[in-house]
């Protein structure tokens, strides 16, 4: 599938799947809404559905894997211009931290830090951190690492080119050239590596809210649903948790396709 499609393709489904998460709830009562026919939630038997919790658990997914991988998009461009602002020291210096990072697996850091707050919340009553704010938090604090490197890649690319060489040679400085002649260049990578971050990021969160350490029980994401309603797979309850697997797998699919053909675009590819 060529670039264009992949970004046609993973917009559509990105956007069938937000609408549904978000309509699910107020429309839930709908005479013209057919019955979810997965049934009650295991977990919830009394409240909820399997159809209502996973689409509020992937509207939730979406909203973590959006905040840490915008955060740490964000948080990449601003380190990869001071880098590059104050030098070679400083932009090899920001290089090897960002190589520490990718020694550590993301899935131990974020189990240390969800370990961590719980065992500060043990010992200081008056410690009571969101927990999707401490999720977003810690999914930023290993997401940065990538788009780092890439974004200093990139910049590292456009110095290159005939016109900063001319900004040069006029006399322009390191931060001007900087922010007004490359960082135009750049913003459509940025956005490439913002939404190529997003996916990973759902997937990180999911897998730490499966084995315990993310968010709990009652504000479920699609890791958590997965995680709480396991043992009934294992009962043979299959039709428990197929809703939930499919959905992390489109919404994956669909920002992974529309960050694919983005980052094709912003790099000049033929589309």
Known sequence: MSPTWRLRVGLALMGALLLASVLYEPL????????CPFGADPTFPATDTVCGRTLVGLRRSVGVGLLSGGAAAGGALVLALLARRFGRGADLLV???ADLFFAIPDVLVLILIGFGVSLLQDAWAGFRPAPFL??????TVVSWAAPTRQIQNRLRTLEGQDFVLAARAVGAGRWRILVRHLLPFAWDYVLAIFLLRVPATILAESTVSFLGFGLPAREASLGTFIGLNYTTLMRGAWGVLPPALLLLFLVVIAFQWTGQGALARASGRSA
């Open 28 to 35: 839930a009562e709908a005479p013209f809404l057919p019955t």
């Open 134 to 139: 401490v999720v977003v938090l810690s999914l």
């Open 95 to 97: 290089e090897k931290v």
